[in-house]
Each structure stands twice: as structure tokens, then as C-alpha cells.
């Protein structure tokens, strides 16, 4: 599973960062605001990704004081995401899920698919990992499996798929 989360690691990081672009509303003088803060919260998955997490950590919520501060729900929302992200790296699996669930409602309310489909699969990892909830994890991986049906993305749906497949391996439910 470790294979799989790597490659979840990176499809999140480039979906934070591509597909998350925000349509600015606001005027142009917070464009070099939120442009500022993508590129930190892209530094934060980089200390993630080199073992850093308790600099990823800081700088993460600096992203999510800053992104509050200027009202970008979008921005709130990757905060959100990557503290969830930083969190579960450093094991602190129920409070990467309270990030992540705070990600989903934001990413839901701005219908913004691919990462609410993306957060339901950082939620089913989170509970992966803890290995006690293992029919939780079947849940969002579901959840995340029907978002990426919906908005036709069949890259994350074979991905979802897979990740499934092996929690049903380790639940020995072989049958689905």
C-alpha cells in the first residue's frame, strides 16, 4: 500500500496545484497574496516528501492563517488539505481526518470534484493506516471511486480502484 500512497502523494500535490487554481474574484492586488501562498504550500509537500514535517507542519499553518486572512475559500481549503497531508505523515491520523473533513466541506461547497475526490481518498489512507477502522477506509475509497466516476476521471478512478482492492486484501475479503 505503500506504493500506492506515494503515488496518491504526488497526484494530490499536482492536483493542489494544478487543478486547484482558484478563478479569482478578488481584486488584483491578492493576486500576489495567493500566488505566494501556492507556492508555499508547494514547499510544505516538499518538506513532507524530505522527511521534514515539523517545518512542512509550521508553514502549513501559516498557509491556512494567511488564506483565512484574505478570505480565499480555495486556498483555506489546500490549507486544509495539506495540514491533513503533513498530519498523517507525522501519524496523527484523527487530527489529518478533521483537516481532510474540513478540505471536503470546503471543496464540496466551491464544487470543486476533483478535490473532494482527492480528500475522500487522504480521509480512506488515514484510516488505512490505523488499521482499526478498516471499513471506514472501504467507505471513502467508495466515496472517492463514485467522485472520479462522475467528473469522468479515469486515471483516479483505476487508482481508487486499486487502493480498494488492497484494503479488501488486508480486511481477507477477497469476495469484493
Same mark, same amino acid.
Given at each position: 500500500? $505503500?506504493? #500506492? ?17 482558484? $478563478? ?9 497574496? /495567493? ?18 514535517? #515539523? ?10 492563517? $494567511?488564506?483565512?486572512?484574505? %478570505? ?22 484523527? /487530527? ?5 473533513? %474540513?478540505?471536503? +466541506? ?8 476533483? =478535490? ?9 489512507? +488515514? ?15 467508495? /466515496? ?12 483516479? =478512478? ?11 486484501? %488486508? =480486511? *481477507?475479503?477477497? /469476495? *469484493?
Amino acid at each position: 500500500m $505503500k506504493f #500506492h500512497i506515494q503515488i496518491l502523494f504526488i497526484a494530490v500535490f499536482t492536483t493542489v496545484f494544478t487543478f486547484g487554481q482558484a $478563478k479569482s474574484i478578488d481584486k488584483d492586488s491578492l493576486k500576489p497574496i /495567493k500566488d505566494s501562498i501556492n507556492v508555499k504550500l508547494s514547499k510544505v509537500l516538499t518538506y513532507g516528501a524530505n522527511f521534514e514535517y #515539523h517545518r512542512a507542519l509550521s508553514l502549513a499553518i501559516q498557509c491556512l492563517k $494567511k488564506s483565512d486572512s484574505i %478570505k480565499s475559500d480555495s486556498l483555506v481549503g489546500k490549507s486544509y488539505l495539506t495540514l491533513g497531508i503533513i498530519n498523517s505523515l507525522l501519524g496523527k491520523m484523527d /487530527k489529518s481526518i478533521l483537516d481532510y473533513r %474540513k478540505a471536503e +466541506a470546503i471543496f464540496i461547497k466551491l464544487k470543486n470534484y476533483t =478535490m473532494v475526490g482527492a480528500t475522500y481518498n487522504n480521509i480512506a489512507f +488515514a484510516y488505512y493506516e490505523n488499521s482499526q477502522n478498516l471499513d471506514s477506509a472501504v467507505v471513502y475509497f467508495k /466515496k472517492g471511486l463514485d467522485t472520479f466516476k462522475y467528473i469522468g476521471n479515469t486515471n483516479r =478512478m483505476a487508482l481508487t480502484s486499486c487502493n480498494l482492492g488492497e484494503t479488501y486484501e %488486508k =480486511m *481477507n475479503d477477497l /469476495k *469484493n
